[in-house]
């Protein structure tokens, strides 16, 4: 008889990219309601807080020298300069949701995704396109068209395997 966690697929960082105006943010949106048990780190920066943005849960806020320390302490997966701020993913934390088999899908920009990938081979990626576009990058696992965000998120839900989906929840009858 086997358990849950022998039945379950190893954990895997799953990287998640595309094109600007690709539609990754309304893909994660659902994914992450369809899959709560697949973790989706929070990014670092260094620009202001916005209204509404609570540190820790949107984005972790960072001094420019805090960040700079992350950098060269190579604390990070990965980590870009866009105008005046930077942002980056905090490692740490990924190894250890990974390390506790946990899978992680970890959405990024095209040059993000690329420097991960690069970095770490065994990391999956998957390249979200619109209907009709070619894939802007080599070496990708899977491509996912969007032309329906519902589809899109189907399918990257079935990259995972039907041990993450959320539980069941029991129908009302009546």
């Given at each position: 008889m086997s358990t849950d966690d022998e039945a379950r697929p190893a954990a895997r960082l799953t990287v998640l990219t595309?094109?600007?105006?690709?539609?990754?943010?309304?893909?994660?949106?659902?994914?992450?309601?369809?899959?709560?048990?697949?973790?989706?780190?929070?990014?670092?920066?260094t620009r202001p807080r916005r209204a509404g943005e609570v540190d820790g849960r949107d984005r972790i806020f960072l001094a420019p020298a805090r960040f700079?320390?992350?950098?060269?302490?190579?604390?990070?997966?990965?980590?870009?300069?866009?105008?005046?701020?930077?942002?980056?993913?905090?490692?740490?934390?990924?190894?250890?949701?990974?390390?506790?088999?946990?899978?992680?899908?970890l959405p990024l920009d095209l040059p993000g995704a690329l420097a991960v990938h690069a970095a770490w081979p065994d990391a999956r990626l998957v390249l979200l396109v619109p209907p009709g576009a070619r894939p802007p990058a080599a070496g990708a696992a899977h491509v996912l068209t969007h032309d329906r965000t519902g589809r899109a998120v189907d399918e990257l839900v079935g990259l995972f395997g039907s041990s993450y989906l959320a539980p069941a929840q029991p129908r009302l009858s009546g």
């Open positions: 595309g094109p600007s105006g690709a539609g990754v943010g309304s893909v994660v949106e659902l994914f992450r309601a369809r899959s709560p048990l697949v973790w989706i780190p929070v990014p670092a920066t700079d320390r992350l950098i060269a302490a190579g604390q990070l997966l990965e980590w870009a300069r866009i105008g005046p701020y930077a942002r980056g993913t905090p490692a740490a934390p990924v190894l250890d949701r990974l390390a506790a088999g946990r899978p992680v899908l």
